[in-house]
């Protein structure tokens, strides 16, 4: 894929996850989350372009260096994010302020891997953006779900436990 598809996907794809995190939303920890990361992840990695081959070695450790930041941010992302049970039990989430200010603090830190990138004249594909989403977006959900499985389900909204009864 071309630069400027995989910058308007990436965009795209940041726009519809942030939107909907500042929603309150009904959580389903059952759902397969990993499919988004590992389609945008395979993407990534099929672009011969993904790393800088006249600058191998610079460009394998901004791509490294970019992973572990939005492996970080992604962490950082999942625990900004508000968990809350409703009187039926049902688990929901919200991002909050700090959920902006860990996208923000993403994209300063993207720019400045960027930035150092174009100063050492290494090549950056658009693929590496999208590994990145993807590592950001598997690290959020994977804290999300954790942290969800931590909430306790309150006694009332668990219901009556049901009796087999037994023949003699």
């Known amino acids: 894929m071309s630069t400027l ?3 308007v ?16 939303q009904r959580l389903d920890t059952e759902r397969r989350f990993w499919v988004l990361p590992l389609v945008l992840g ?27 930041a939005v492996l970080a941010m992604g962490s950082v992302w999942g625990w900004t994010v508000r968990l809350w049970r409703d009187a039926d039990g049902a688990l929901w989430a919200r991002g909050t302020k700090a959920t902006v200010a860990a996208w923000a603090g993403m994209v300063v830190i993207r720019f400045g891997i960027y930035e150092t990138g174009a100063a ?4 950056q594909a658009g693929s590496a953006l999208l590994l990145g ?5 598997l ?5 999300v779900n954790w ?4 909430l306790e389900v309150p006694e009332e909204a668990a219901g009556p436990v049901p ?6």
């Open 9 to 24: 996907a990436v965009i795209a794809v940041m726009a519809l996850v942030v939107g909907r995190q500042m929603r309150a």
């Open 147 to 150: 942290r969800a499985r931590m």
């Open 5 to 7: 598809v995989n910058v």
């Open 42 to 68: 395979g993407l990534a990695l099929r672009d011969p372009q993904l790393i800088d081959h006249e600058h191998t070695a610079q460009s394998a450790v901004l791509l490294g260096c970019g992973l572990v």
């Open 133 to 137: 989403l993807a590592v950001l977006l």
């Open 120 to 123: 050492l004249h290494v090549h």
């Open 163 to 168: 009796v087999r009864s037994r023949e003699l």
């Open 139 to 143: 690290a959020r959900t994977l804290v």
